[in-house]
């Protein structure tokens, strides 16, 4: 019959006690609580980073609706099953993820797309928002950092951190 509904996230969810990589007890972030579940499609050719971003977003019921592993099947998988966001790496097999965030646009020009790159140059943020997305984050950030990305762009708003 399927599995029953997840509950949704708490309105106010701690990471502090959340092991995650780079952060102290310093960190809290207050989520905005959706109605439903988030569904966010991840496109990225590293398999670590894909289980990384899995259980990051999984840890605060967020939901991955699918895993692609180059561009071309992060547009097919978007237009497919349609996610809230999409989270996508830049430098990817074949297309890649700025010409499938362009391709995506075509189709889901409401959908908002975060780049989660290990590149971070002006141009390539300003290139970003030229093809439609609404945020830009480096690798090298921290998981909360990660999340309150997220969390901007789930609530309409846009988030490049370079």
Known sequence: MGEPPKPPVAPS????????PNTDSTHTLQLHVPSR?????????H???????????ESVDI???????NGEEAVEKSIQ???????LDISMPGIGGVEAAR?????LPEVPILFFTTHNSPQLLALSKLVGAQGF??????????????DALRNGKTFFNS
Not at 47 to 57: D, H, K, P, Y
């Open 37 to 45: 579940a988030l569904r966010v499609l991840i496109a990225d050719d």
């Open 47 to 57: 398999e670590a980073v894909r289980i990384g971003l899995c259980a990051i977003l």
């Open 81 to 87: 099953l349609r996610p809230d966001l999409i989270i």
């Open 103 to 107: 391709q995506i646009r075509v189709f």
């Open 63 to 69: 939901e991955v609706c699918a895993q692609a592993t």
């Open 13 to 20: 969810a701690n990471f502090s006690n959340t092991a995650f």
């Open 137 to 150: 984050i480096t690798k090298n950030e921290t998981a909360v950092m990660l999340l309150k990305a997220v």
